[in-house]
């Protein structure tokens, strides 16, 4: 499918991933919060086609839906405090969190 993308950490090889099988997309911002969201995961191959995305373009920004189960990948943390913190896979855009933008390295 031309709409679904691998994302590849630059200097691991290593793809993202998330766990979740269910799709959500008719109860999207319904399900279970982002606080019991999955975790991403960085793996070495796309496992059971979970690494498999769709970047959804926005005047904005980017939401990272994937392609699965439809959960949008989340930033935890806050901008004012040191991380690393963690990304989630959430049934929503909670708070602007699943807005992201690409720069050059």
């Not at 995961?41 to 189960?69: C, F, I, P, Q």
């Amino acid at each position: 499918d031309g709409n679904n993308w691998y994302i590849e950490h630059v200097n691991t090889g290593r793809y993202m991933l998330a766990p979740d099988t269910v799709d959500i997309r008719n109860r999207r911002c319904q399900d279970q919060g982002w606080l019991e969201a999955s975790g991403t995961r960085a793996a070495d191959m796309d496992y059971y086609g979970l690494a498999t995305y769709k970047v959804r373009v926005w005047a904005n920004g980017l939401y990272l839906e994937h392609a699965r189960s439809g959960r949008y990948v989340i930033a935890t943390g806050e901008k004012e405090k040191p991380g690393p913190f963690t990304a989630v896979n959430a049934d929503c855009n909670y708070y602007y969190r699943a807005l992201w933008k690409f720069i050059e390295a």
